[in-house]
């Protein structure tokens, strides 16, 4: 099978080969190049037949036009452009018209190297070299017949430019070739990008929806709980314990607002209120205040080290851990005392959670299960983890629940643009 052959010098057009992109500029330009070489070539035999008195000077002007029109009749018919076997027969028609041309003058001789173009554009290659060759022969010997000679220079000059014709061609025809490859290999580039830009679109939206699935359990889900177990407490109170039921419905009225709050910075995607102005030791340590007035249990904040500024991202990951371990706490551990400890310790920043309550078999955790809170221990690792840290945690039923996470001081690189609350 031929390979693409580019763009064919006559008309502006291509002979079937849907690989072939639109003539360029520069195609054009080669075409009429061709065609004023062509004319200019028949025009000289046509002038020096009549210049020079010549005999049948009136049969070589008539087979220099019909030659002519010959040749301007391919690129006007629609065939020409669309069918090899039409260009063929149209090149076959233009060589007649020629060899009449040829046999009547010797200037014919030289409309032999445009021919030579034509054939190796048209023609497929296994046919254009016998096709140059055979008008290469026709010049010389038409040449010699005129000059009742034959000589070794005589067949040189046909002979030298067939080669030269065909070292042009073939040397184009390369480049068309390779300039294809390459437009095939960037359109191939091209789509890879986009697609590997699809790929990039859709993970960042499912770790975005992640991001968003971790940050409602943590604040909105874990608020919304508190509320329910306060109202619970209401129900308990009441009617036989007014006081203790207002206190209750005062501390669910409490947790709302800040819950409230929680969703429209979340929305507004901005900074958690709690570290609104404030430093984290002082957010945690209001976080244990809130849950010792609002549950039955007893919440410690406690400092050690010297702290150090933190990235927000730092900052949002331990304060959402922690309000993630009280709420578990609360919710399911039936403890009494429970202690969040900020420690600054030189290259690493660590946070730890400890109660007193029932403790779990850590290796037996269930499944994540969104509908019934299971995003908790997830979510923390999962954080953790975005930013170069670590999460453990120890547990065994009957001795309390100890969870210890801890971040580098310095924030990875890639992981500081992603500081999101």
């Given at each position: 099978m031929e390979a693409p052959r580019g763009p064919l010098p006559y008309g502006g057009r291509?002979?079937?080969?849907?690989?072939?992109?639109?003539?360029?500029?520069?195609?054009?330009?080669?075409?009429?190049?061709?065609?004023?070489?062509?004319?200019?070539?028949?025009?000289?035999?046509?002038?020096?037949?009549?210049?020079?008195?010549?005999?049948?000077?009136?049969m070589v002007v008539a087979a220099a036009a019909?030659?002519?029109l010959?040749?301007?009749?391919?690129?006007?018919?629609p065939r020409v452009g669309r069918s090899r076997r039409a260009a063929a027969c149209w090149l076959a028609a233009v060589g007649a018209v020629w060899l009449v041309l040829l046999a009547l003058s010797p200037?014919?001789?030289?409309?032999?190297?445009?021919?030579?173009?034509?054939?190796?554009?048209?023609?497929?290659?296994?046919?254009?070299?016998?096709?140059?060759?055979a008008t290469a022969a026709a010049a010389v010997a038409g040449f010699a017949a005129h000059q009742h000679s034959f000589g070794l220079a005589m067949a040189i000059g046909p002979a030298l430019g067939a080669a030269v014709a065909i070292a042009v061609v073939w040397g184009y025809q390369a480049l068309y070739r390779e300039s294809e490859q390459r437009r095939r290999?960037?359109?191939e580039l091209t789509a890879t990008r986009a697609d590997l830009a699809q790929a990039q679109h859709t993970a960042g939206v499912l770790a975005e929806r992640e991001r968003l699935a971790h940050e409602i359990h943590d604040t909105l889900a874990q608020g919304l709980s508190s509320?329910?177990?306060?109202?619970?407490?209401?129900?308990?109170?009441?009617?036989?314990?007014?006081?203790?039921?207002a206190r209750h419905a005062e501390a669910a009225r409490q947790a709302a607002v800040d819950n409230l709050a929680e969703a429209r910075r979340f929305v507004a995607a901005l900074t958690p209120p709690s570290l609104d102005g404030s430093?984290?030791?002082?957010?945690?340590?209001?976080?244990?205040?809130?849950?010792?007035?609002?549950?039955?249990?007893?919440?410690?904040?406690?400092?050690?080290?010297?702290?150090?500024?933190?990235?927000?991202?730092?900052?949002?990951?331990?304060?959402?851990?922690?309000q993630s371990a009280l709420a578990n706490t609360v919710r399911h551990a039936r403890?009494?005392?429970?202690?969040?400890?900020?420690?600054?310790?030189?290259?690493?920043?660590?946070?730890?959670?400890?109660?007193?309550?029932?403790?779990?078999?850590?290796?037996?955790?269930?499944?994540?299960?969104?509908?019934?809170?299971?995003?908790?221990?997830?979510?923390?690792?999962?954080?953790?983890?975005?930013?170069?840290?670590?999460?453990?945690?120890?547990?065994?039923?009957?001795?309390?629940?100890?969870?210890?996470?801890?971040?580098?001081?310095?924030?990875?690189?890639?992981?500081?643009?992603?500081?999101?609350?």
């Open positions: 291509t002979v079937k080969n849907a690989a072939a992109p639109a003539p360029t500029p520069t195609t054009r330009a080669l075409t009429w190049s061709l065609h004023l070489l062509i004319i200019g070539l028949l025009a000289l035999a046509g002038g020096r037949a009549v210049a020079d008195d010549r005999p049948h000077t009136g019909a030659c002519g010959v040749y301007a009749a391919g690129p006007l018919l200037d014919g001789a030289w409309v032999a190297f445009p021919l030579y173009f034509l054939q190796l554009h048209l023609l497929p290659r296994r046919a254009a070299l016998p096709a140059v060759a290999l960037i359109e509320i329910q177990l306060l109202l619970r407490a209401v129900e308990r109170a009441l009617p036989d314990r007014p006081d203790t039921a430093t984290l030791a002082g957010a945690l340590e209001r976080l244990c205040a809130t849950t010792s007035a609002r549950h039955p249990l007893t919440a410690r904040f406690r400092l050690t080290g010297d702290p150090a500024p933190l990235p927000t991202a730092h900052e949002v990951a331990l304060l959402r851990i922690a403890a009494t005392t429970a202690e969040i400890t900020l420690g600054y310790l030189g290259d690493r920043t660590a946070l730890d959670v400890v109660d007193d309550g029932t403790g779990f078999h850590p290796d037996r955790l269930p499944a994540p299960d969104p509908e019934h809170g299971g995003f908790g221990l997830a979510a923390m690792r999962a954080r953790m983890h975005a930013l170069g840290g670590t999460l453990a945690i120890e547990s065994a039923p009957g001795r309390g629940t100890a969870l210890a996470a801890q971040l580098p001081l310095t924030p990875r690189p890639e992981t500081e643009p992603e500081a999101h609350p």
